[in-house]
C-alpha cells in the first residue's frame, strides 16, 4: 500500500513500562528519521508517541490531500489490537474502535479526537511540494521544528497521543473511539460531513479534542465562524509606453494563527503592501501607479506574512516613488517594532516582463487598494464574560489579482449575532465596489462551555493530580471540531474538552511543538482515560 513510504508495521510483545512509554513496544519501520526518534527516546521517553508522530509526518497531508494519510491511520489503528475496528467514511474521517480492557465493556466510551491535515506553509525562498516532499524535522534544544516549513505539530502532535494511548497495553480503560477528521484547517470541513450513525456509536460519551497548543490549558468551548471572499470587477486598459514596471515584495513577517494570535496584532502583508503603494509621499502628490497584479496570504486561517505585486510607474518618477515606498516601509517598522519580532523584508526591482500588454487603470488600481483598506483586520470586540478572550474578530487573510479582484476574509466570534453583523458589513463593502460576497463552505456555530461536566471536572481534578498544578480552564477564539461534532450526535449528549501539547507559531514556518509538554500530556490523557471509566 505505501511502496513508495517503505511502511512496515508490526506487533511486538509488550513489556511492563511507567506510563511514560520509556520502552517502546510498537514497531514502526521510519523511511528516514530513525536517529530523530533514538534522539528523541534517549532524552524524552515517551517512544510510542514521537514514533506515531514521526510516522505521520512522514506522510504528505496538507489540507485536500490527505487520502494518504486517511490509509496511514486506517493501516496503523490496525495494529492497536487484535479486535480493533478501523472504518473510514466518504470524506475521509477515520474511526478506530478499541475494545474495553476486560471487566470495563459497559463503560461509556471515550472518544479521542485530532485531525489528520495540516497548514502547508513554506518559508519565502524555500521550494517544497507538501503533495510530495518528506517534513525535514530537527530538534532544537527541547523544542521539534522543521527547516523552513511549517511542523504539522497542529496537530500531528493530537493524532500521535491518540494512537499511543489506545496502544499502551497498561491502560485500564472502557471503550476508545479514536476519531480522526481531515480538511480542518479549511474550515472543519471533515467534521461537517459526519453523519450519525457512521463513525461514532451510540456508546460515545466523553470527547476529549486534542488540538489546543497551550499545556497546562483546559478548553471549554470555542467561537464559530464564517468564511467570505470578494469578488470585485477591475478594469483594464492597454499598458503605456515610457512607464517603468516593478516588482514589490514584502516578506519575512511574523504571520501567525488568525485565532488564536489575532489579539497580537501581527502585521498583516497585505495591508502594509496598500500602504506602500497608495500612502507614500510621491502617490499622495498625484503620481499615477498601475497594479498589474498582487497576491499575498496562502491560507484563510493564517495572516499573511508575505506579498508581492506589480506596479507600473512614469519612468519620470520610478525612482522617486521606489525611494518614498521606503520611506513608508521604514515608518511601519517602527510603528510595529514591538510587535514583528523577525524582520519584515522589502524588496523593489525590475519585473520579470518590462513591458506588460495590459494594467488595471489607474481608477482601478485606487479602488482596489482602497478596497483592500476597507476590509477590518483584527479585533472586533472583547469578552464581557471571560477576561482577554477576543469575542468578534476578522482576519484579511487572502488577496489575489485574476479576472477580479479577490479577497478572501474569515470572521470568528462566540456569538452568532456578531458573525452575522461582520458578514453584512463584508456584502456592503462588496457592494460598494460593484461586487458580490460569496459564501465559502459552512459557517461554523460556536461550543458552549458546561464547566460542572464530569468530564469537565475530572478533567480539572485530573490534571492537578498528576502536574501537581491548577490548570487554566479556557475558552479558545478559534475554531475546534468539537460543537460540529457533538452536533452531528445530538443522542449521544456528549461532553467535552480540548487540550493538547504546547504548539507555538502554529500554521508559519516558525512552528514548534514543545518536546516536554508532550510527554506531560501524555502523562496526563493516560490517567484521564483511566478515571472516565471506573
Not at 15 to 28: C, L, N, P
Not at 66 to 86: D, F, I, M, R, Y
Not at 214 to 220: A, R, S
Request: proline share 4%; aromatic share 6%.
Amino acid at each position: 500500500l505505501f511502496s513508495s513510504l517503505s511502511f512496515i508495521f508490526k506487533l511486538q510483545r509488550r513489556v511492563k513500562t511507567k506510563r511514560t512509554q520509556k520502552a517502546g513496544t510498537m514497531s514502526i519501520k521510519l523511511e528516514r528519521n530513525q536517529k530523530l526518534l533514538a534522539e528523541l527516546k534517549s532524552k524524552f521517553g515517551c517512544e510510542d508517541v514521537f514514533r506515531w508522530f514521526i510516522s505521520l509526518n512522514e506522510v504528505p497531508r496538507p489540507s485536500y490531500h490527505t487520502e494518504n494519510a486517511t490509509a496511514w491511520a486506517l493501516e496503523s489503528g490496525k495494529l492497536l489490537h487484535p479486535q480493533a475496528v478501523c472504518k473510514r467514511d466518504a470524506r475521509g474521517n477515520v474511526s478506530i474502535h478499541v475494545p474495553a480492557t476486560a471487566g470495563l465493556e459497559g463503560k461509556p466510551a471515550v472518544v479521542l479526537q485530532a485531525h489528520l491535515d495540516m497548514v502547508p506553509t513554506v518559508a519565502a525562498g524555500k521550494v517544497f511540494n507538501f503533495e510530495k516532499d518528506q517534513l525535514d524535522m530537527f530538534l532544537d534544544g527541547k523544542l521539534l521544528r522543521a527547516h523552513g516549513t511549517t511542523l504539522g505539530g497542529d496537530d500531528g502532535s493530537g493524532v500521535a497521543a491518540c494512537m499511543a494511548l489506545a496502544g499502551d497495553k497498561n491502560l485500564k480503560h472502557g471503550p476508545i473511539e479514536i476519531l480522526f477528521t481531515v480538511d480542518e484547517e479549511v474550515g472543519l470541513e471533515g467534521a461537517v460531513e459526519l453523519k450519525e450513525g457512521e463513525l461514532l456509536t451510540e456508546k460515545a460519551k466523553y470527547l476529549i479534542n486534542v488540538d489546543s497548543e497551550d499545556f497546562g490549558e483546559i478548553c471549554l468551548s470555542c467561537a464559530g465562524s464564517a468564511l467570505r471572499k470578494l469578488l470585485l470587477p477591475m478594469h483594464r486598459s492597454p499598458a503605456p509606453a515610457g512607464w517603468r514596471h516593478l516588482k514589490v515584495e514584502l516578506s519575512s513577517f511574523v504571520g501567525g494563527h488568525t485565532g488564536v494570535d489575532i489579539h497580537l496584532c501581527h502585521a498583516n502583508a497585505l495591508k502594509w503592501m496598500v500602504l506602500l503603494l497608495s500612502e507614500n509621499e510621491e502617490a499622495l502628490a498625484g503620481t499615477a501607479y498601475r497594479l498589474t497584479s498582487f497576491a499575498g496570504g496562502n491560507a484563510h486561517n493564517a495572516v499573511p506574512s508575505h506579498c508581492v505585486a506589480t506596479v507600473l510607474v512614469p519612468e519620470a518618477k520610478a525612482d522617486a516613488f521606489t525611494k518614498a515606498m521606503h520611506m513608508i516601509f521604514e515608518s511601519l517598522m517602527l510603528r510595529w517594532k514591538c510587535i514583528e519580532k523577525k524582520t519584515p523584508q522589502l524588496k523593489v526591482e525590475p519585473a520579470a516582463e518590462a513591458k506588460p500588454k495590459e494594467a488595471l487603470t489607474f481608477s482601478a488600481t485606487r479602488a482596489a487598494c482602497n478596497a483592500i483598506l476597507a476590509v477590518h483586520h483584527g479585533v472586533w470586540t472583547w469578552s464581557d464574560s471571560i477576561d482577554s478572550l477576543v469575542e468578534t474578530s476578522e482576519s484579511l487573510s487572502m488577496v489575489q489579482l485574476k479576472e477580479k479582484l479577490e479577497l478572501t476574509i474569515f470572521a470568528r466570534s462566540s456569538h452568532s449575532t456578531a458573525l452575522s453583523t461582520v458578514t453584512a458589513h463584508l456584502e456592503n463593502i462588496a457592494a460598494i465596489y460593484g461586487g458580490v460576497c460569496v459564501k465559502e463552505g459552512t459557517d461554523m456555530c460556536g461550543w458552549p462551555a458546561e464547566p460542572e461536566s464530569k468530564l469537565a471536572k475530572t478533567a480539572v481534578s485530573v490534571f492537578k493530580d498528576v502536574v501537581k498544578q491548577e490548570p487554566k480552564v479556557t475558552s479558545i477564539h478559534a475554531g475546534l471540531e468539537c460543537g460540529v461534532i457533538m452536533g452531528k450526535f445530538p443522542k449521544n449528549q456528549m461532553e467535552a474538552i480540548s487540550v493538547g501539547p504546547t504548539v507555538k507559531n502554529p500554521h508559519t514556518p516558525d512552528e514548534f511543538l514543545d518536546v516536554e509538554s508532550t510527554v506531560h500530556l501524555y502523562q496526563y490523557l493516560a490517567k484521564l482515560v483511566e478515571k472516565l471509566s471506573e
